[in-house]
C-alpha cells in the first residue's frame, strides 16, 4: 500500500522560505506512471494545486505561484520536495503531498493523499 | 486558467439522493475526479474518469458528466457520508490542475 508522508517545520517567519519534504513508502518514485504533487488548503478554504513533478524533474507549477515555488525530486531517498519564497500569512495552510495518476491526456487525479501539514505564516 | 464552481452546501434526509455539481468550461474536455474530505482528514479519492469508482469507495457514489457541468451523485445518503466534496480536472490553459471550491454535504 502507498504512503505519503508530509515533514517540515510548523511555523516559518514571514518573507521566510516554506521548505517541505513528502517521503513516498511502497511505490518508487521513479514509476514513470506517475507524477507527484502539492495541493494545499488554508484554514476553512478549498483546495488549491500547487505543482506537480516527475522523477525526471519536469515540473508543472500553479501560475499564481510560479514565480515563489521550487519543486525537486531525490530518487536516492524516494522523496520530493516543495520551496516556497517570500511566504505571508497568505500562505498559511494545510499541505498536502498526493501520488497523481493520469489515463490518456484526458483523465487525471490524485490518490493517495498524505496527511497533510498545517504551516503557519507569523512572526 | 479556468475555474471550477460548485455550489458551497448542500443538504439531503438520511436515506435521500443528493447530486453535487461542478461547473467549469475545462469540462467539456478533461473528466473530473471527486474528492470526500471530512473535518480533519484528508480528502480521500471517490470519483475518477467517467464513473469509476475508487477502492474501497460504496456503490452509493457515482459520477456523470454533460457539457461544462460534471455531477457526484450519492443514492441513500449515509450519516457517515456527511463531508466536504471538492472536485478537480485539468485546466484547460496546461499542464494544470484546477479545484472547485467544495461542497459541504449535510446528511439530515
Known amino acids: 500500500q502507498v504512503h505519503l508522508q508530509e515533514s517540515g517545520p510548523g511555523l516559518v517567519k514571514p518573507s521566510g522560505t516554506l521548505s517541505l519534504t513528502c517521503s513516498v513508502s511502497g511505490d518508487s518514485i521513479e514509476n514513470p506512471n506517475f507524477y507527484w504533487a502539492w495541493i494545499r488548503q488554508p484554514p476553512g478554504k478549498g483546495l488549491e494545486w500547487i505543482g506537480s513533478?516527475?522523477?525526471?524533474?519536469?515540473?508543472y507549477y500553479n501560475l499564481s505561484l510560479k514565480s515563489r515555488v521550487t519543486m525537486s525530486v531525490d530518487t536516492s531517498k524516494n522523496h520530493f520536495s516543495l520551496e516556497m519564497t517570500s511566504v505571508t500569512a497568505a500562505d498559511t495552510a494545510v499541505y498536502y503531498c498526493?501520488?497523481?495518476?493520469?489515463?490518456?491526456?484526458?483523465?487525471?487525479?490524485?490518490?493517495?493523499w498524505g496527511q497533510g501539514t498545517l504551516v503557519t505564516v507569523s512572526s | 486558467s479556468s475555474e471550477l464552481t460548485q455550489d458551497p452546501a448542500v443538504s439531503v434526509a438520511l436515506g435521500q439522493t443528493v447530486r453535487i455539481t461542478c461547473q467549469g468550461d475545462?469540462?467539456?474536455?478533461?473528466?473530473v475526479s471527486w474528492y470526500q474530505q471530512k473535518p480533519g482528514q484528508a480528502p480521500v479519492l471517490v470519483i475518477y474518469g467517467k464513473n469509476s469508482r475508487a477502492s474501497g469507495i460504496p456503490d452509493r457514489f457515482s459520477g456523470s458528466s454533460s457539457g461544462d457541468t460534471a455531477s457526484l451523485t450519492i443514492t441513500g445518503a449515509q450519516a457517515e457520508d456527511e463531508a466536504d466534496y471538492h472536485c478537480?480536472?485539468?485546466?484547460?490553459?496546461?499542464?494544470?490542475?484546477?479545484f472547485g471550491g467544495g461542497t459541504k454535504v449535510t446528511v439530515l
Open positions: 478537480n480536472s485539468r485546466d484547460s490553459g496546461g499542464d494544470h490542475q484546477i
Open positions: 513533478i516527475y522523477y525526471s524533474g519536469t515540473t
Open positions: 475545462s469540462l467539456r474536455r478533461y473528466s
Open positions: 498526493a501520488r497523481r495518476h493520469s489515463s490518456g491526456a484526458w483523465i487525471f487525479w490524485f490518490d493517495p
